[in-house]
């Protein structure tokens, strides 16, 4: 049986994961421990340790 053959592949961001791709190319990137705290303190108003 072939990889694309399988029922309920596994998704990223809702796009089925296929091949041999990076993060990048399903829109995600690496974000800095400055910026994710950033969004925490936007989001929740306090930095989870």
């Not at 399988?6 to 995600?28: A, F, H, Q, R, S």
């Amino acid at each position: 049986m072939r990889y694309d053959e399988l029922l309920d592949l596994p998704k990223l961001n809702g796009v089925t994961i296929l091949d041999d791709k990076t993060l990048e190319e399903y829109g995600m990137v690496p974000m800095t421990q400055e910026e994710i705290e950033d969004i925490q303190l936007e989001i929740m108003g306090t930095v989870m340790s």
